[in-house]
């Protein structure tokens, strides 16, 4: 149970699930992610609903995992970790997904929106990817589907040099469908969530299962990503990078 994950149903049939810790930057923590994946396996098991929206707070999207708890997975290996799980569930539901970013979006913030359908942005978005300057490797199979996606040069701009993307950059490669005002972003993507859930439901899964490609080769990257992010995690450079955010001190 969190109180940091809300959840709401339309009679629309689109299901939204709002990231709630503004005072933590919506920072991702174990039973957030347990939230989610619930409610993405609620939503492919249940036929009343035939969208999600992923949304955050004003200015605030996600800042990713949660620091400190990436601490306590390091003792407890990241193999069967709540972000390992509603990872592996993001690459897995059929129902379709859609992100209304506004403002930060960080490491898994960021990657969650590979898996989305359809992605709308604020003006005010900012990518950013910071795995590998925090000692990491990049997951939820950004490795495979960002260099897919935007090709292998920008890929390593972003997933070894951590640029961030403003969301301008972000539409221009092609990771955002449209840049609109913050106040319109979760209405228009409820409204194209909407758009989805009411079209006939046969078509939909064939059709989204032909345009998303190969989920094998998906789910072989995150679990490939998953044991060197394991490796990694427990690794003197990442421990004293993660220490060193939390104690706000830089690193040496
Ligand atoms: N995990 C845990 N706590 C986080 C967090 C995270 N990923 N991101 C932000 N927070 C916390 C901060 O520690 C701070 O807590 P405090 O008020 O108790 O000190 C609070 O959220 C506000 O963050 P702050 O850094 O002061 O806000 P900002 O607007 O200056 O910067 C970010 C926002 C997102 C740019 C910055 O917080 C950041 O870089 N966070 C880490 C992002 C990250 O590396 N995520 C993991 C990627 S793999």
Known sequence: MTDHITISDGENGVRLIVIDR?????ALTGAMYDAMRGALEEA??????RAVVF?????????????????????NGFSDAPALRFIRQLARTDTPMVAAVDGIAVGIGATLTLHCDLVYASSVARLRMPFVELGL??????????PLRVGRLKATELLLLSETLDADAAYALGLVNAVMPADMVVEHALAQAARLAALPQGALAASRRLIRGDRERV?????AEAKAFDVQLQSPESQQRLQAFLSRAKPA
């Open 22 to 26: 503004p005072q933590k930057k919506n």
């Open 55 to 75: 949304a955050g707070q004003p200015g605030v999207f996600s800042a990713g995992n949660d620091l400190a708890d990436f601490l306590g997975q390091a003792r």
């Open 137 to 146: 490797v990049p997951e939820a199979a950004s490795s495979y589907l960002l």
């Open 219 to 223: 789910e072989a990257a995150l679990e």
């Open 44 to 49: 492919d098991a249940s036929a009343a609903i």
